[in-house]
């Protein structure tokens, strides 16, 4: 599953390095996915909805690839019924039909049931698609009417799939000014548990029948993510800034609820409940006389915490800033993460046995869901970097994958481990509810959020300690978008009064009834609302749009945003903002039009600089941008420190 998934984002990255033969592959693939047989192994509507995507993006031309999808799918469609026409009852003699006579049965039952209709039905149910025009040429339906219902149901799959793809396409170019994929995420953390029991079921009922292949898949795929990270992060790869970006943003996500949750499910993870889960499951395999299995839990828990612990000293990988004022071990890897998955990782290895056989994979998706939740916790208080985390639960599996396959590669004990699963959920249960109940007002205090400062002095920002600050702004992939090119010291309501006093307003607060108003036609800037931006994970601070009256030149009106930093200049710790100003134009996409940034960021600093006419306000050349070569109309930064209310 994971190489289809490899080979399907390859072919939808090289669509969009190649659009000129876009239309040509999408008509070959979705011709695949109708023609009977094949399109059981052809994810065509996964490429459909990614096409979409790129359509949304503006890399491929809608019209263009609708028509080839359309017409893949129709000569599919039509190839399959041609088959079942020709051929008829000799179809059944045939080995694949011959293999699983039940396809072919429901197929039928399925022809019988909606009649001509089930040709257009089929084409949106996966289980019946390629086998309904082969049961409708085979039981005699009319080339009139089959092709009737072949094209309408073309028509309509297509936009289909390719409109949800669109929707995720704009909604990245959207993105790319909300410096994140913040649906993407949200989505992901609320279709966690589901996400989770669907993939868990999916892979060990596709790959346990073949006996060691699914414990050395999550052997391998456990060390690649183990030793990518790693390589990552003593490189100081992008994920470095990635882990930075979504530490910020989660921890403007955080609320009292929200917090006192995400403790309870840390906790779950710490040594007391553990340690608890650790003895029951060993009493019980030394009461049993289970020894081999008693040999392998105790090489389980006690080797893991070892290379933690050896990993954590030797490295020195720090906590995130605020988290270390109060714990006193290293970060990498996250202990959490990792001695959790090989602790409910491999009692899941114990206990699958003893469950009936389409049950098995429940042990496994229930401590995935555990365990993902630990993960996540450890990020959403600000514990642990993403690195740590990912390294945690990579390290965690490998080690258990490793053990599952010694284990099966010797004899058993002969010992049936029945009533293990419920020694460990009620050392769990007992352990895990006397740990919250005693443990969370103490843990709230632990985990509160804290802000760490930096200091500079006031001279030595103007004389060069700006450049101490970051030049561009990041999103939550760690990708560095448009320059920065405004620093501000003071304070920032100041600030804002004055702009407002000189003719800037704050622009239409972005919710979901004003967010209709981008499907307006021909509509103007002032009625639009502006999307928010994120830098390292936080959003803007102030967002302001000037007037033509504001002092600010012809041509479209300018948008300043700035984010907060760490730093503080001294003597009175004067907060630093960072941010960037530039003009602010209507970008038009089909059917949806919304403001945008342009990228004249020294014509915007510039007209700001005119704006403010302070003498404390003083450009600057900053070389990190002008040398960028994709930043052609940057390299102006201005260094603004209004003068302090009496």
Not at 188 to 216: C, D, K, M
Request: aromatic share 8%; with cysteine.
């Amino acid at each position: 599953m994971s190489s289809d998934i490899g080979l399907l984002h390859q072919l939808v990255s090289w669509l969009g390095a190649h659009p000129g033969w876009a239309g040509l592959i999408v008509g070959a693939i979705t011709c695949a996915e109708a023609l009977a047989f094949v399109g059981m192994l052809v994810p065509g509507a996964t490429l459909m909805i990614g096409a979409g995507a790129l359509v949304g993006l503006g890399v491929l031309e809608f019209w263009s690839i609708f028509a080839w999808a359309v017409g893949g799918a129709v000569v599919g469609d039509g190839v399959s019924y041609w088959i079942g026409h020709r051929y008829k009852d000799r179809l059944r003699a045939l080995r694949p039909l011959r293999e699983r006579p039940a396809l072919l049965e429901r197929g039928e039952a399925f022809f019988h049931r909606h009649g001509g209709k089930s040709v257009l039905l089929a084409r949106f149910i996966g289980p019946v698609r390629p086998i309904v025009p082969v049961v409708a040429g085979m039981l005699g339906m009319p080339p009139s009417r089959f092709y009737l219902y072949n094209v309408l149901s073309a028509l309509a799959w297509a936009p289909a799939h390719l409109l949800p793809g669109m929707a995720f396409g704009m909604s990245l170019a959207l993105a790319g000014q909300v410096a994140g994929r913040l649906a993407l995420l949200l989505g992901v953390l609320a279709l966690l548990a589901w996400l989770t029991f669907w993939l868990v079921r999916t892979l060990y009922r596709a790959l346990q029948p073949r006996g060691l292949t699914l414990p050395v898949l999550v052997l391998v795929a456990g060390v690649w993510l183990f030793l990518g990270v790693l390589e990552d992060v003593l490189s100081a790869d992008p994920l470095v800034y990635v882990g930075q970006s979504l530490h910020h943003f989660l921890q403007q996500l955080r609320t009292p609820l929200g917090d006192r949750v995400m403790i309870a499910l840390t906790e779950l993870g710490d040594a007391t409940v553990a340690l608890a889960v650790i003895a029951a499951v060993l009493g019980w395999l030394l009461w049993r006389r289970a020894w081999r299995d008693a040999a392998y839990w105790l090489a389980a828990v006690g080797l893991a915490e070892l290379a933690v612990a050896a990993l954590k000293v030797g490295l020195h990988i720090p906590r995130p800033d605020g988290f270390a004022a109060v714990a006193t071990s290293y970060s990498f890897p996250s202990g959490h993460a990792s001695m959790s998955t090989v602790i409910y990782g491999f009692l899941a290895v114990l206990v699958a046995p003893a469950l009936r056989a389409g049950w098995r994979w429940l042990a496994y998706a229930l401590a995935a869901l555990l365990v993902g939740g630990i993960a996540f916790s450890r990020l959403y208080l600000g514990a642990h970097w993403l690195a740590d985390v990912m390294a945690g639960v990579g390290l965690g599996s490998a080690w258990v994958a490793a053990l599952a396959i010694a284990r099966r590669r010797r004899a058993p004990d002969g010992v049936p481990i029945t009533g293990l699963a419920a020694a460990a959920a009620a050392a769990f249960l007992v352990a895990g509810s006397w740990h919250v109940a005693t443990g969370l007002e103490r843990d709230l205090q632990r985990y509160a959020v804290r802000h760490s400062t930096r200091q500079m002095p006031a001279t030595g920002w103007r004389d060069g300690g700006w450049r101490d600050l970051p030049q561009f702004r990041r999103d939550l992939e760690g990708e560095r978008e448009q320059p920065l090119n405004v620093q501000f010291a003071g304070d920032l309501a100041q600030l804002r009064q004055r702009l407002l006093s000189a003719g800037w307003r704050a622009p239409l607060a972005l919710t979901p009834q004003s967010a209709l108003r981008w499907l307006l036609r021909d509509p103007s800037l002032d009625q639009l609302p502006v999307l928010p931006q994120l830098n390292g994970g936080r959003y803007e601070a102030l967002l302001l749009i000037s007037d033509p009256a504001a002092g600010t030149g012809p041509g479209a009106p300018l948008v300043l945003r700035l984010w907060p930093t760490s730093m503080r200049l001294q003597p009175g710790a004067t907060p630093l903002w960072v941010g960037t100003v530039s003009r602010l134009r209507l970008r038009s996409l089909p059917l949806l039009s919304f403001p945008q940034s342009d990228d004249h960021y020294n014509e915007g600093a510039s007209a700001l600089l005119r704006a403010l006419a302070d003498r404390d306000t003083t450009q600057v050349r900053s070389e990190a941008q002008a040398r960028e070569p994709e930043c052609q109309r940057c390299g102006i930064l201005l260094l603004i420190a209004l003068p302090q209310n009496p």
